[in-house]
């Protein structure tokens, strides 16, 4: 994933392609008249448009319609799922570095990462979440880093604020991996340990990437269909 390693101006739209393809009968986004929107964040709007399905599934993008300044100057433009962290960006500023704060704050505090960094790495992140096609096995610390992250390479993406401060995350040519704390209950007694996720668009076979891996996979309960009972999403 080219785009990932060497991220250019058009990479969420790359990326977007690669995952999800293109959709002819998209509507263009509908942004609020007031100047000064950052062109990246139009092109994301744009480009998570075109593959005419959702791209978020757990944060989630301010639409563009809601798009509008706070009294402090700042563009909110991104929300954690539960409403607890918000992600804005001074669209006055040359570098467009994104800050994030707390519901409970009016402290903004830096994330370490620009404009179209953040937008690629959540876009990243909600591919991961979203997809079916992907495993996550808990792995001993040692077997981890003695080969089981042989096949990928490391992007260069920060950990964000409601994400453990370990969080790494991985490419190879086709899929994703991140690397993370267990969930609370998950990891054994008494043996160091991490959670491997690994991901990619439908269609993707990861029969290699389980090389060795298949006493740790977690088991992923089926999804059952119907309203009555709502599927719940397990941690990871």
């Known amino acids: 994933m080219e785009e990932l390693l060497h991220p250019q101006s058009d990479s969420v739209r790359r990326f977007l392609r690669r995952w999800y393809g293109t959709s002819g009968e998209s509507a263009e986004p509908t942004f609020p008249k007031f100047g000064n929107i950052p ?9 998570a448009t075109s593959t005419g399905m959702p791209v978020t599934f757990h944060d989630y993008p301010v639409t563009p319609a809601g798009l509008e ?8 433009f991104w929300i954690e799922n539960q409403q607890g962290y918000y992600w804005a960006v001074d669209p006055e500023s040359a570098d467009r ?12 505090r830096p994330t370490g990462e620009n404009l179209e960094q953040f937008l690629l790495h959540r876009t990243v992140h ?8 992907k495993f996550s096995a808990v792995v001993p610390t040692e077997v981890l880093e003695s080969g089981a992250l042989s096949w990928f390479a490391p992007l260069p993406f920060p950990p964000v604020v409601n994400e453990s401060p370990s969080t790494r995350w991985f490419c190879s040519s086709d899929v994703l ?15 160091e340990s991490r959670m491997l996720t690994v991901a990619a668009a439908p269609g993707t076979d990861l029969l290699k990437y389980r090389t060795g891996l298949e006493s740790h996979i977690l088991a992923r309960p089926r999804r059952e269909e119907g309203p009555d009972e709502p599927f719940e999403m397990p941690p990871f």
């Open 39 to 47: 062109p990246e964040l139009v092109e994301w709007h744009e480009a």
């Open 126 to 133: 909600e591919a991961l979440l979203g997809t079916e096609t």
């Open 177 to 191: 991996a991140r690397v993370a704390p267990p969930p609370v209950g998950y990891a054994p007694p008494g043996q």
């Open 69 to 76: 300044r706070a009294t402090d100057g700042m563009l909110v």
């Open 97 to 108: 570095q994104v800050f994030d704060r707390t519901n409970t704050s009016d402290v903004w």
